[in-house]
């Protein structure tokens, strides 16, 4: 069984960065799509981004140019690096693997974390 851990979480201005950070064990990582969503208090989950197991990308339109997506098989882990943040972006951050490689849609996703919360102050 696949265990996602997310880390790297925090408070932070608006304009500002973080680096969210997903540590994979018990699965051949290598071989899962991976991604990211997050879920805002009292709204749906929304996709944020996904990375297949080659490098292919996708990202939800309202990250696209701000947040960037990668990975390192050697070590098991996924990034979120997430720059000129907004507040709007607060949110409870998960990642999640997927046998069908890159995906926006969340039912294709088997392992999921327990989040890391972000949240930007104006």
């Known amino acids: 069984q696949v265990q996602l851990v997310e880390s790297g979480g925090g408070l932070v201005q608006a304009g500002g960065s973080l680096r969210l950070s997903c540590a994979a064990s018990g699965g051949t990582f290598s071989r899962y799509g991976m991604g990211w969503f997050r879920q805002a208090p009292g709204k749906e989950r929304e996709f944020v981004a996904s990375i297949s197991w080659s490098g292919y990308l996708l990202y939800g339109d309202s990250v696209k140019g701000r947040f960037t997506i990668s990975r390192d098989n050697v070590k098991n882990t996924v990034y979120l690096q997430m720059d000129t943040l907004k507040p709007e972006d607060t949110a409870v951050y998960y990642c999640?693997?997927?046998?069908?490689?890159?995906?926006?849609?969340?039912?294709?996703?088997?392992?999921w974390g327990q989040g890391t919360r972000v949240a930007v102050s104006p």
């Open positions: 999640a693997t997927s046998r069908a490689g890159a995906s926006a849609v969340s039912s294709l996703y088997d392992y």
